[in-house]
């Protein structure tokens, strides 16, 4: 990992990550996420539902190795 200094004041990010969603729909960009980081910001988005319904924690890893099978 590494840190970079960005400089900007005029770039929304929500409004850039939509306008990439668009193009990525419309075929003229390439998605910058693969279909297993969705996959896996999905089990964990539902594992938080699912902790905060049981009020306990949820395991990931075996979750996210179903994923890789």
Do not use: C, N, P, W
Not at 6 to 31: C, K, M, N, P, W
């Amino acid at each position: 990992m590494r840190s970079q200094r960005l400089f900007s004041t005029t770039i929304d990010a929500y409004v850039a990550q939509l306008d990439h969603f668009r193009d990525v729909i419309g075929g003229s960009a390439e998605s910058l996420q693969t279909v297993e980081d969705g996959a896996r910001t999905l089990i964990a988005t539902l594992a938080v539902t699912e902790a905060a319904r049981r009020k306990s924690r949820v395991e990931l890893s075996a979750r996210y190795q179903a994923l890789a099978a």
